[in-house]
Structure formats: C-alpha cells, structure tokens
C-alpha cells in the first residue's frame, strides 16, 4: 500500500502516468503518407526509468542512465536525443536488441556479435570524421556538418518492444527527465513527406545518406580544377627549387678541400668545372679485348702441363702424317717394282 502511494506520489509530481516503477510516454505518431492522413492521431507509449543493476558498468552509470523500452522500429539516436533534448545533454545512445524484422532468427550470440560490429563501424566512422575535420580549414559550422555526415549510419529497423539506454551528462539532467511533465510530443518524421524543419533535425539515413556521400567524394568540376591547379603550381615551385640547389652544389668546394663531381648537362657527362668525365658508350665497350683473368706458365705445374700437352699433341701429328704417307704410297700410280 505504501509502495503505490509512493509511485501515485511521483506520478502525480512528474505528470506522467506510471506503471510497475516505468514511466508512460505517449508520442504521436505522424501520418506516413497524404493517403494515411487520418491516422494522425495514433499513439505510441514508451516506457522508461532510471537504470538500476548490480554489476557496475562505465558505458552505463546508475546515476546518469535512463532505461528506455518499447521504442519505435524506426528510431534513431538522433529521434532519442532529440525526445530528451528539454531534459538535459544525452551524450551516449546504447540500443539493445538490434534485430531487424528479417532477422529474427539469429541467435543470441549471433545478434550480440552483430551489435559489436555495428558499435565499432560507429565508432571508426567518428574517428575517421573528427582526423577529416582537423585536416579540413573550413570553418566551425562546415566542419560540424562534415563530421555529422562522416557519422551517418544506415537506418536499423528494430523488432518490437526493443530497448535502449540514454546515457546524460549530469545527474541532475537525469533526475529533470524523470519529471518530463505531460504535454504532446511527436515523433520526428523521416518518411517522403517529411517537413524541412524535421529533416534539419535528423541525418540523412538510407538512400539520402548515400547519395549525400556520393556527392561529397565527387565534387563539381570547378572545385575540382582548384585543386589540380593548386597542386601542380606546388609541384611545379618544389621542382624549381630542387633544381636551384641542386646547381647552387654544383662546382662548390667543401670544408675538406672537395670538390663534389655532380652531372650537369647531357646524360652520362659529369664536370668539376675543370675536367669533364663522360661515360663510354656500349659499342665502345663490346668492341674492347677480354682481360686475361690469369697469368700463363707463372706456375712449375702450369709449365709441366704445357709441356706434356705439347708433346702429346706433337705424338699426334706424326701418326697423322704417317697415314697420310701411307695413304699416299698406295695410291700411286707408278709402280717399279
């Protein structure tokens, strides 16, 4: 009896209705289409309360995190900060239950792996945004909306009754969206017939995030030849000056007393400013005599093998000659005997 006093208490101080310790948000939701204008009116009723759990956890503190549940299919960070925006500074967004309608037949595990790598291509889109930002000399406002659309992340569609947790600055800022006082809150709309002023306060997700990526890394041809005319006159200017010392070192003395011999003029030919020293030519070189790559008859067993070759060789002739006098002897035609 004392527990519903006490949850009457506070419901009637926060003007919210409350139910089993959560909190009851209606939002309206907007029409998606001209056709459906008559479905203005339908409500869809969030629940939330401040995050209790025994294990402590830096990405969710007690103190300073709301638990969300029953959040619509389509939401975004960008929907979730822009319904506490009043209450206080949300700095983090954590959703939970990251199914989309079509994968409702991953596993646990598979559906927490897939959560991890959603929440590192996040945070390496950031990272890659805030390196472009410091690089870019835009000004604030351009690099705030650079870095806004390096974020951009692919619309999720979660399964119903999904969960998140809202993550402010400061405790007080907690405890302010806690008294949210009743009044009418409509969820943002992204659909085609979404007004300007509520496309201005979401990024673009799904196809107009891609198209906004495509325009951004393709830019128009005029900006285009800014750069490439940037680049060459730079090119060009260091190329300059790496030929002036470059001739600024040529024929220059050092402290030793040496001159340093560096090329100058045709290919080939370097010059100290006094002798010049070309570099001979293929033909000149195929044309040049072998070198001896050792010395003849230097050593006694070098002249012993020319010897008994030289002998053998001699051996070889006089049997040589000795059939051919043969050869010769029988087929003479003059016979005496």
Partial sequence: MAKKQAQQEA???SGLDAIANFFILPLHMPALTTSSAGYKNILHYLYFKKHESPKE???TPKNRTLFVLN???DATEDHIRELFKPSGRVISVQFLNRVRSTDSTLTKEEREHQEELERLEKEAAMLEAEANTKKNTKGKK???QEAESQAEEIRTVYATGSQAYVVFLEEQELNKALAMKKKRRTWIHTGSDATPADIAKLSSLGVSKWMNEYHRRRPDAASLQIKVDDY???FERSEYEAQQAALARHNVMDEDGFT??????SKGQNSDGVISITAAKAEDVKNLKPKKKELQDFYRFQMREAKRDKLVDLRRKFEEDKQRIEALKVNRRFKPY
Avoid: F
């Fill in 71 to 73: 959040i619509p299919v």
């Fill in 11 to 13: 419901t009637s101080a």
């Fill in 142 to 144: 351009g690099k705030k």
């Fill in 232 to 234: 060459m006159e730079k």
């Fill in 260 to 265: 340093l011999v560096t090329r100058a003029g």
């Fill in 57 to 59: 956890d830096p990405k």
